[in-house]
C-alpha cells in the first residue's frame, strides 16, 4: 500500500504534502525537526511513518516508538486521540500504554508505542527513572536504543535544562535512534542551531506554499478576512466581560492558577445564565493544576467532549497554560492574559482550530500586584533572590521583559496566519533563544551532567538535567485523627504549589495558628520516593512553624484541613475547609510473594536465550545494522549477547554457591543426583526455616563472578580490535543485573565438574574460551564504561539481560521450547556448514 492511501485510510484525511516529506525522510534514514502552526496535523505527521513501517515490514526503521510531550494533560490527550484512531481503523497490531506520573501501566517501556512525559523519558535515559526504585535504575536506559523517538512541543521545554538535555540525549545516540521533533513557535535562527547540532532535516509548512494556504485559511468562512481576528484591550478580565462576549464556545486562559479561580467564582455566582441560551453551570470548567487527579481526568473527559469537533452545547472554560498546546479543543472567543509570544501563539492554536470557523482573540493586560499580594521574607541566596523577584513579578510565571514586548507588538497585528505568527516569533524571540543556545552548547548540552546521573542514579540530579524543582506537594490531612508515630505520607493524593507562594500563605497562617503545617520526618534524605522501602519505613509529623524552613524543599507538607478549601469547580483555595486529600489507589496494592520453582543452570540459560530471541531479538534488526556504525567495528551483536547471558550467572557455578542450594533443594525433596541449579524451590513465606537451615540464606553473591570472568576472558569471546572497551559495557552488563549499587565479586571456586556446564553452553553458540574457575575477591570500578558509546551499550546489554532474565524466570516451559527451537536450527546448519567443508 502506498503511504498516501495508508495516510488516509488511518486517519480519515488526504496527507499534506509536508506530511509525506516527513515520512519520505524518516522512512529513509533521515531525522526530522518539523515546523508547523498550532493544529496543522504534526501529530499524525509523526506517528504515520511509524505505523506504515510496521505495517509494511520495514526493518530499516525502529520497532518501537517513544512520544514525549512537555505536560501531563497534553500526554493523557494525545495518546487517548491516537490510540482512539488506531483502534477503529485497526491500524496498528502492537501495544500501545502511556507513561506519566499517575499511570504506570507500562513501567519498563516494554510496548510498541509509549506516550510519556519529557520527565519520564528523560529520568529513564538519565538512570533515574521517576516510577521506579534505584534497584531498577538500569532497566530502562536502553529503551531509547533502537527506539524512533518524538518530541512534541519541543519549544515548552526548559532551554537550560530538558531541552538541553535532549539535545544531548539524541547527541549521544547518534544514528542508534530516529527521531523527530516538533515545534510550532521556534525562531528560525534557533531552529537552524538546533538542526546543525542535532544532525536533522527541517520540514517547514512554508517550503510546502499549497499546504501552508490550506493551513493558514483553512476555508475562511465567507465575508472574512481573517481567521482569526485579534483584538488588544487595555484592561483586565472579568466575569462579566466573558458573558457579555460569549458567543457558543468561550476559553480564558489566565496566568495565575488564583486568577482562574477568581473569574470561575465570580461567573458562577452571578445571575442571568438563563439568559445565554443552552449554557449551564456544568457546561462552565474550571481547569488548572490544583485538582486532585479524579476531578482533573473528568474536566479534561469534560473539556475534549465539549470543545471537541462537532459539539453544539455552549460551554465556558476558564484555565491556565495547562491547556494551551497540543489539546484538541476549539472555541469561537478567546480571552488570554498576556503571556510571551510562543506562548500567546499555543494560546491562540485553540481558538478557530478547525475547517470553516472563525474566531476573536482578545488580549488582555495584567493590573500591577497591590503591596499586600508581595512575597516580603528575607533570602540567603542569590537564588533565593530570583525567586522573590519572580514572585512579585505581575507576569509570573513569564519574563516580564517578553510579556511587555509581546504586548506591544500586538497591538500593530489585526489578525493572526502562519506568516504573521513567524514574524512575530522572530521579531520578539531570537536575541533570546539565541543567548539560551548558546549557553547550553557552552555547556556541551548538559552532557557531564548526564553521565554524572548514569554513575550515581540519583534522583536528586532531576533538577540539574529535567526540571528546577520550585514547587511544594501539598497533602491536606485531619491531624487530629493521624498516627504522629506510624506516619505514612505517601498514601495521600497531593496537589503541587508554586513554592514561594505557599511560602507567603504560611506567613499568613502560621499566624493564626501555629499546629497546622508539617513535614513528615523519616531517615531518608531524599526529596524522591524509593518505591521498595515504602512499606518498610515510618515518619514523623514534625510542625512547621517558621515559613522560612519552606525554602528547603520538602517532597511534601501537610496542612490541617482547616487551613485550606477544595472544591470540585474551583479546586483548591486558601480558607476553611473540611476536605481531606483522597488515598493513592497504588498504595493499597499488597507485596506480591517471592517464590521461585526449580530449574538448572542450563535450563536457566537457554530459557533466557529464548525469551531474547522471542521478546527483543526481532525488534532489534534496525539497532543491530546502526551498532557497527555506532562502534565504529563490525561485531556479532547477536552472540555477544548470548555470551553475556551464559556468564550472568556464572558465579551460581561456584561450589559455595551450589553446596547451600543443592541441600535445600533436597530439604525440598526434589532433587536429581548431580543436578547443577540456577534456582530451587522456594516460597518465601513458607520456606524460611528450610533456607536457613540449609545456609541457602547466606549463600555468596553471584553477579559480579561473572562479571570478572567476561573481563578476564573477553579477548577470546570478543572479536574486536577493541575488546577491552566493548568488555566494560558487558561486564557491566552481568555485574549490575540485579541492580546498579553493585560493584565487587566474592571468592568463588568452581569444580570442573559444575565448570562443564559452561563449556557446554558456551559451546551452544560457537565460543571457545577459557574462564577462570578461581579467584579472591575484589573490586571491578575499573571496568565500568569510561565514554558515551561503551555507556549506550551497557543501556541496551543490561536492558535485555534483566528483562529477559526476569520473564525466563517466570515462564520457563514457554522460553525453553523456543530455545530448543532455535537451537536445533543453528545445530543442523552448523552440521551443514562442517559437512561443506569436509
Known amino acids: 500500500m502506498k503511504i498516501e492511501k495508508f495516510y488516509k485510510s488511518t486517519t480519515g484525511f488526504a496527507p499534506y504534502q509536508y506530511q509525506l516529506k516527513v515520512a519520505e525522510l524518516l522512512l529513509s534514514g533521515e531525522n526530522v525537526i518539523l515546523t508547523v502552526p498550532t493544529g496543522a496535523g504534526k501529530t499524525w505527521a509523526s506517528v504515520i511513518p511509524f505505523l506504515y513501517a510496521q505495517q509494511t515490514g520495514k526493518l530499516e526503521f525502529p520497532q518501537k516508538m517513544i512520544y514525549s510531550l512537555p505536560l501531563r494533560t497534553l500526554t493523557n490527550s494525545i495518546y487517548s486521540d491516537v490510540t482512539k484512531v488506531l483502534k477503529e481503523n485497526e491500524a496498528f497490531e502492537g501495544a500501545a500504554s502511556i507513561h506519566t506520573g499517575e499511570y504506570k501501566n507500562d513501567q519498563h517501556f516494554e510496548n510498541d508505542i509509549i506516550f510519556s512525559t519529557i520527565d519520564q523519558s528523560l529520568s529513564n535515559f538519565l538512570c533515574f527513572p521517576l516510577s521506579l526504585s534505584k534497584r531498577q535504575a538500569n532497566v530502562n536506559a536502553g529503551a531509547m536504543v533502537g527506539s524512533y523517538l518524538v518530541f512534541d512541543e519541543f519549544h515548552l521545554l526548559d532551554p537550560k535544562l530538558s531541552m538541553a538535555t535532549t539535545i544531548g540525549m539524541l547527541k549521544t545516540l547518534k544514528n542508534l535512534c530516529r527521531f523527530c521533533i516538533m515545534t510550532a513557535t521556534l525562531s528560525e535562527e534557533y531552529i537552524n542551531n538546533l538542526k546543525e547540532a542535532v544532525n536533522a532535516e527541517v520540514v517547514s509548512i512554508n517550503d510546502f506554499p499549497d499546504d501552508a494556504a490550506i493551513v493558514n485559511s483553512l476555508k475562511v468562512p465567507e465575508g472574512r478576512k481573517a481567521k482569526k481576528t485579534v483584538v488588544v484591550k487595555d484592561e483586565t478580565i472579568n466575569a462579566q466581560t466573558i458573558l457579555k462576549r460569549h458567543m457558543k464556545k468561550t476559553i480564558v486562559i489566565c496566568n495565575r492558577v488564583e486568577k482562574a479561580q477568581q473569574l470561575y467564582n465570580d461567573l458562577i455566582s452571578l445571575t442571568g445564565f438563563e439568559t445565554l441560551s443552552g449554557i449551564n453551570h456544568k457546561n462552565i470548567i474550571c481547569l488548572h493544576s490544583r485538582f486532585f487527579d479524579e476531578d482533573r481526568k473528568k474536566k479534561e473527559e469534560d473539556l475534549k467532549q465539549l470543545f471537541g469537533n462537532k459539539n453544539g452545547e455552549s460551554a465556558i472554560l476558564i484555565s491556565t497554560q495547562v491547556i494551551e498546546a497540543g489539546m484538541d479543543i476549539s472555541c469561537d472567543t478567546m480571552h488570554v492574559e498576556i503571556s510571551p509570544i510562543n506562548s500567546f501563539l499555543q494560546r491562540a492554536g485553540?481558538?478557530?482550530r478547525w475547517e470553516g470557523e472563525y474566531g476573536e482573540i482578545f488580549v488582555y493586560d495584567i493590573l500591577e500586584l497591590e503591596e499586600h499580594e508581595k512575597l516580603e521574607i528575607e533570602t540567603a541566596n542569590e537564588e533565593e533572590e530570583k525567586q522573590k523577584k519572580a514572585i512579585n513579578n505581575k507576569y509570573l510565571p513569564y519574563d516580564k521583559k517578553l510579556c511587555e514586548k509581546t504586548y506591544a507588538k500586538l497591538k500593530d497585528v489585526s489578525s493572526l496566519d502562519k506568516d504573521i505568527s513567524q514574524q512575530l516569533v522572530d521579531e520578539i524571540l531570537t536575541n533570546q533563544e539565541l543567548a539560551d543556545f548558546t549557553l547550553i552548547k557552552q555547556g556541551n548540552f548538559n552532557r557531564s551532567k548526564m553521565q554524572q546521573s548514569w554513575e550515581t542514579c540519583e534522583k536528586n540530579m532531576y533538577s540539574q538535567t529535567i526540571r528546577d524543582i520550585q514547587s511544594i506537594e501539598i497533602a491536606i490531612i485531619d491531624t487530629a485523627r493521624e498516627t504522629r508515630d506510624a506516619f505514612m505520607p505517601y498514601k495521600f493524593q497531593t496537589i503541587g504549589l508554586y513554592k514561594w507562594s505557599f511560602i507567603k500563605w504560611s506567613k499568613e497562617i502560621l499566624e493564626q495558628n501555629e499546629d497546622v503545617i508539617f513535614k513528615a520526618e523519616s531517615n531518608k534524605d531524599s526529596q524522591f520516593i524509593d518505591w521498595d522501602t515504602l512499606d518498610k519505613e515510618g515518619f514523623t509529623l514534625k510542625p512547621i512553624n517558621d515559613p522560612y524552613l519552606l525554602k528547603n524543599c520538602y517532597d511534601t507538607v501537610f496542612v490541617d484541613k482547616s487551613v485550606f478549601r477544595y472544591t470540585s469547580g474551583a479546586g483548591l483555595e486558601m480558607g476553611a475547609g473540611n476536605t481531606c486529600s483522597p488515598l493513592k489507589p497504588y498504595e493499597k496494592k499488597e507485596k506480591e510473594t517471592i517464590e521461585y520453582r526449580k530449574d538448572t543452570f542450563w535450563q536457566h540459560n537457554k530459557a533466557i536465550i529464548g525469551c531474547y530471541e522471542q521478546e527483543f531479538k526481532t525488534n532489534l534488526q534496525f539497532a543491530f545494522k546502526q551498532l557497527d556504525k555506532y562502534w565504529g567495528e563490525s561485531i556479532d551483536w547477536d552472540k555477544l549477547i548470548k555470551a553475556m547471558i551464559c556468564l550472568h550467572d556464572y558465579g551460581k557455578l561456584n561450589a559455595a554457591w551450589q553446596k547451600p542450594m543443592r541441600e535445600l533443594q533436597i530439604l525440598k525433596g526434589n532433587y536429581e543426583p548431580d543436578e547443577v541449579l540456577a534456582h530451587s524451590d522456594f516460597n518465601e513465606l513458607t520456606d524460611k526455616e528450610i533456607e536457613k537451615q540449609s545456609g541457602a540464606k547466606n549463600k555468596p553473591p553471584h553477579a559480579g563472578a561473572g562479571a570478572f570472568a567476561f573481563i578476564e576472558s573477553a579477548e577470546a569471546i570478543i572479536d574486536s580490535t577493541e575488546y577491552e572497551d566493548l568488555a566494560n559495557s558487558v561486564s557491566t552488563a552481568i555485574l549490575k543485573h540485579h541492580?546498579?549499587?553493585?560493584?565487587?565479586?566474592?571468592?568463588?571456586?568452581?569444580?570442573?565438574?559444575h565448570y562443564k556446564e559452561i563449556e557446554r553452553l558456551l559451546g551452544e553458540i560457537d565460543i571457545?574460551?577459557?574462564?577462570?574457575?578461581?579467584?579472591r575477591g575484589g573490586r571491578l570500578t575499573d571496568y565500568v564504561p569510561q565514554n558515551n558509546e561503551e555507556w549506550v551499550i551497557y543501556?541496551?546489554?543490561?536492558?535485555?539481560?534483566?528483562?529477559?532474565?526476569?520473564?525466563?524466570?517466570?515462564?520457563?516451559?514457554?522460553?525453553?521450547?523456543?530455545?530448543?527451537?532455535?537451537?536445533?536450527?543453528q545445530s543442523k546448519k552448523r552440521n551443514r556448514n562442517i559437512f561443506r567443508h569436509d
Do not use: W
Open 739 to 753: 541492580g546498579v549499587e553493585t560493584e565487587t565479586y566474592a571468592d568463588f571456586e568452581i569444580t570442573q565438574v
Open 795 to 825: 543501556f541496551l546489554l543490561v536492558r535485555i539481560l534483566r528483562l529477559c532474565d526476569q520473564k525466563a524466570t517466570m515462564n520457563l516451559e514457554k522460553y525453553l521450547k523456543i530455545s530448543d527451537h532455535v537451537f536445533q536450527i
Open 350 to 352: 485553540r481558538c478557530a
Open 768 to 775: 571457545k574460551a577459557t574462564l577462570p574457575q578461581k579467584a
